[in-house]
């Protein structure tokens, strides 16, 4: 509701009162910006009450950012989207409201601490996981990410900080054609692989059951070093 519109009910105002407490003026502060973020919403909404593609690249061109950034993935986290190339209404209003921006200005100035939230070890760990789930919804009916469109989202997931290891990684998965999946389970261990396994993968351990799939990029990984020593000799 439009503040004229409440004004306008009253031949004379009383004068304003200082709120009792700062609740008070939280709550104020909600029901405002609650409404300035509505209105946020309409300009990029369709005919189905929702954000499509279409709106989604517009809202990310008045954010001066790309629809594959960082931290636009980190906003569809921050309001909770289940469809990847979609916003529903509830999900960008409470989204908004959880960051406290109403606007684009106060988005993108939101933008600092929604990056150095995820630069926590547990917060990342958390968003990282949502990351998988999120992606099943490019391809409906998926229980495991295609390869291709994995190695897209660890691009992403990990391009503020690249574990050194990624692109032996992506190499291996690229050269092994059969492999056209990745399950839930090796797209979880990986990040705690990244962490725990040396570079030269020489404290790796089998019987700590890690996923297969990081038990054959060991045994690549493995095989070319012995190559390499080999053509060395």
């Known amino acids: 509701?439009?503040?004229?519109?409440?004004?306008?009910?009253?031949?004379?105002?009383?004068?304003?009162?200082?709120?009792?407490?700062?609740?008070?003026?939280?709550?104020?502060?909600l029901e405002?910006?609650?409404?300035?973020?509505?209105?946020?919403?309409?300009?990029?909404?369709?005919?189905?009450?929702?954000?499509?593609?279409?709106?989604?690249?517009?809202?990310?061109?008045?954010?001066?950012?790309?629809?594959?950034?960082?931290?636009?993935?980190?906003?569809?986290?921050?309001?909770?989207?289940?469809?990847?190339?979609?916003?529903?209404?509830?999900?960008?209003?409470?989204?908004?409201?959880?960051?406290?921006?109403?606007?684009i200005k106060w988005i993108q100035s939101k933008f600092p601490l929604l990056l150095a939230e995820v630069q926590n070890r547990q917060t990342f760990k958390e968003f990282y996981r949502w990351s998988y789930k999120f992606c099943l919804t490019v391809e409906p009916g998926q229980r495991t990410l295609s390869t291709e469109v994995a190695i897209q989202m660890w691009t992403i997931v990990f391009s503020q900080r690249e574990p050194p290891i990624l692109p032996r990684w992506f190499r291996f998965l690229e050269r092994h054609e059969s492999i056209r999946g990745i399950p839930k389970d090796t797209w979880d261990m990986f990040l705690p692989f990244t962490e725990q396994v040396r570079l030269d993968l020489t404290n790796y351990d089998?019987?700590?059951?890690?996923?297969?799939?990081?038990?054959?990029?060991?045994?690549?990984?493995?095989?070319?070093?012995?190559?390499?020593?080999?053509m060395q000799e």
């Open 32 to 103: 405002c910006s609650e409404g300035q973020v509505t209105a946020l919403f309409d300009l990029y909404k369709n005919d189905e009450d929702c954000i499509d593609e279409e709106g989604i690249v517009k809202f990310c061109n008045d954010l001066g950012v790309k629809p594959d950034d960082f931290i636009v993935l980190v906003l569809a986290w921050k309001f909770n989207a289940e469809l990847m190339g979609r916003f529903t209404r509830t999900e960008f209003v409470s989204g908004c409201k959880a960051i406290q921006a109403h606007s």
């Open 206 to 230: 089998e019987s700590e059951a890690w996923p297969s799939l990081l038990d054959d990029f060991v045994e690549y990984e493995s095989d070319l070093h012995n190559q390499n020593v080999q």
């Open 1 to 29: 509701m439009s503040t004229s519109r409440i004004f306008s009910q009253y031949s004379k105002l009383p004068p304003i009162r200082k709120p009792h407490n700062n609740n008070d003026t939280k709550r104020l502060s």
